[in-house]
Nanobody, 118 residues
Framework: QVQLVESGGGLVQAGGSLRLSCAAS????????MGWHRRNPGKQRELVAS???????GYADSVKGRFTISRDNAKNTVYLQMNSMKPEDTAAYFC????????????WGQGTQVTVSS
């Protein structure tokens, strides 16, 4: 398994930008997929963005055109660039790594809080 540490959260005004980082303790190049999820109190966890081993990306409808996920295999880090942020983006954001193989696993980071003020 890999340990994941998120950073980059904070307070931003509506319309502003933040970039989240997810640093892994090991290589991410062979991870089947990595993603960013978010959760607000009283709401279900939502998959915000994902990127697979081939670099293909996917986004929740609520963030399409505003958020961009990317990965730097050399730095074992995944990023989430968030632009044109809205108050409804306020949530705890979690990084996830999934490996599907002989010893499949799913690892989670501890989360980073993002608050968007109106």
């Amino acid at each position: 398994q890999v340990q994941l540490v998120e950073s980059g959260g904070g307070l931003v005004q509506a319309g502003g930008s933040l970039r989240l980082s997810c640093a892994a303790s090991g290589s991410i190049s062979n991870m089947s997929a990595m993603g960013w999820h978010r959760r607000n109190p009283g709401k279900q966890r939502e998959l915000v963005a994902s990127i697979n081993r081939d670099g293909n990306t996917g986004y929740a409808d609520s963030v399409k055109g505003r958020f961009t996920i990317s990965r730097d295999n050399a730095k074992n880090t995944v990023y989430l660039q968030m632009n044109s942020m809205k108050p409804e983006d306020t949530a705890a954001y979690f990084c996830n790594a999934v490996f599907i193989g002989d010893r499949s696993f799913s690892s989670w980071g501890q989360g980073t809080q993002v608050t968007v003020s109106s």
